[in-house]
């Protein structure tokens, strides 16, 4: 008995199975718990998609005025009295209900660089087969993701119209430099239409729809842009002062002779407590200087006719009212006007109340010997830059419902060189920040 005890010591061939038996819990521990590893990356990933989307259509809504939770809860799961449910959709799913107290959603979360910020922290908790044998508690997979609008352009001519056309046209014998980007917020198939024998030197052209497939003179064409916000939106008053007294450039009030043979023209604050305003901004020929200050036009057009010469520095004009008038300068007339540098309309030079009807036509026509600096607010009605020598304009920023060059217009616009710089406007883009 002994000796095949001692036998079977010696024995080696069944080493292996004794070694697989032992190493076997290791294995399948091993595969396990790399399966299990597996499903929470999946998950991860997935839920952060779900939470990256989410984020992007919380700022769209935000930015469109919609309801921030509704947009994100649409990209999570179904929406019920504005709040989520618990489980995602089809969408974005890990087949897993979230976690009591999610998606969790923050906003306004800007910074001094992004608005419009939207922050999703999104978690799920489920156990799975193996780790559940060891864990006593499931891991929770929590993520967020944070988007917001970033600026991407500082357009110096931008049309706010947002559908139903373009709002930048380009069209006729148009010369026209720039030094700056161009937008169009217009969602048409066309947002930009550009047609004629033109030469529109830009950066880049922006449109919120589709682009031509080439605009001469423009170096980057940038279609399906997000639309821009209105940024000087609210920020001058174009209310008639109280006590506003009406007169017009011909009444000795409000005109007189400079004794060199041209008549001046008083701004608002040159008279009685609530100042000067105008029913009459007519001129037809002669020679007028405009003091520095603010000029209301109550329910009346700028009016310069062929033979006019106009010049003034610091100055705004308000195109307000009942019926907010229009700009009609003629392309004969020679008109040199600057905005103020500082105080409430610091860079604004021509401002139309937003109450003015789209179809109210602004031509801004004028000499060779023209000039214009500051910034020309129509956020209601069309701007046309026309006429067969129209003006030469520097350090200007144009915004209107539509934007047209046409005829012979030529703007000459380096902005990065004025001393009278334009307001910054912006055009941005969604993207994930975080």
């Not at 969408?91 to 419009?116: E, F, R």
């Not at 309309?345 to 036509?361: C, E, G, H, K, W």
Request: glycine share 10%; charged share 10%; with cysteine.
């Amino acid at each position: 008995m002994i000796r095949h005890l001692k036998k079977l010591w010696k024995d080696r061939r069944g080493n292996a199975l004794v070694i697989a038996g032992v190493a076997l819990p290791i294995v399948v521990g091993g595969a396990g718990l790399a399966t299990d590893t597996i499903q929470w990356v999946l998950w991860n990933r997935e839920l952060q998609r779900a939470a990256d989307t989410a984020a992007i259509a919380g700022v769209y809504a935000e930015a469109q005025g919609e309801t921030v939770s509704d947009a994100v809860c649409a990209h999570l799961s179904s929406v019920s009295g504005g709040t989520c449910s618990s489980t995602t959709n089809a969408n974005n799913h890990t087949g897993v209900s979230l976690l009591s107290g999610y998606p969790q959603i923050a906003y306004p979360a800007d910074t001094g660089t992004y608005t419009k910020a939207v922050q999703v922290t999104v978690a799920v908790q489920k156990s799975l087969g193996f780790s559940s044998l060891f864990l006593k508690t499931a891991p929770t997979i929590t993520v967020s993701a944070t988007a917001a609008m970033v600026p991407t352009l500082h357009p110096c001519v931008k049309g706010l119209k947002k559908s139903g056309g373009p709002a930048l046209i380009i069209d006729g014998n148009t010369t026209v430099k720039l030094g700056c980007p161009a937008q169009s917020n217009s969602n048409a198939n066309t947002s930009v239409t550009a047609n004629g024998s033109y030469d529109f030197e830009s950066p880049t052209v922006a449109g919120a729809g589709s682009l031509p497939t080439s605009i001469t003179g423009v170096t980057t064409l940038d279609p399906y842009h997000m639309a821009s916000p209105d940024d000087l939106a609210g920020k001058y008053s174009t209310d008639i002062p109280s006590g506003c007294t009406e007169y017009t450039p011909s009444s000795n009030k409000a005109t007189y002779t400079t004794g060199t043979g041209q008549s001046k023209i008083t701004h608002l604050e040159s008279y009685q407590t609530g100042g000067v305003c105008y029913s009459n901004f007519k001129f037809t020929g002669g020679t007028y200087v405009l003091d520095p200050g603010t000029y209301f036009i109550d329910s009346a057009d700028f009016d310069t006719t062929g033979g006019t010469t106009l010049s003034g520095t610091g100055v705004t004009i308000i195109l307000t009212g009942a019926s907010p008038g229009s700009v009609q300068m003629n392309g004969s007339a020679t008109i040199n006007l600057s905005a103020p540098t500082a105080g409430s309309y610091a860079n604004m030079l021509f401002i139309q109340a937003s109450s003015a009807t789209t179809d109210n036509l602004n031509k801004i026509n004028g000499d060779a010997n023209s000039s214009f600096a500051g910034t020309f607010y129509f956020p209601s009605g069309k701007v046309q830059l026309n006429g067969n020598n129209s003006a030469t304009t520097q350090c200007a920023m144009i915004v209107g419902d539509v934007v047209e060059f046409a005829g012979n217009a030529n703007l000459q616009n380096d902005t990065s060189t004025c001393a009278n710089t334009p307001p910054t406007d912006t055009a941005q883009e969604v993207k994930l920040i975080a």
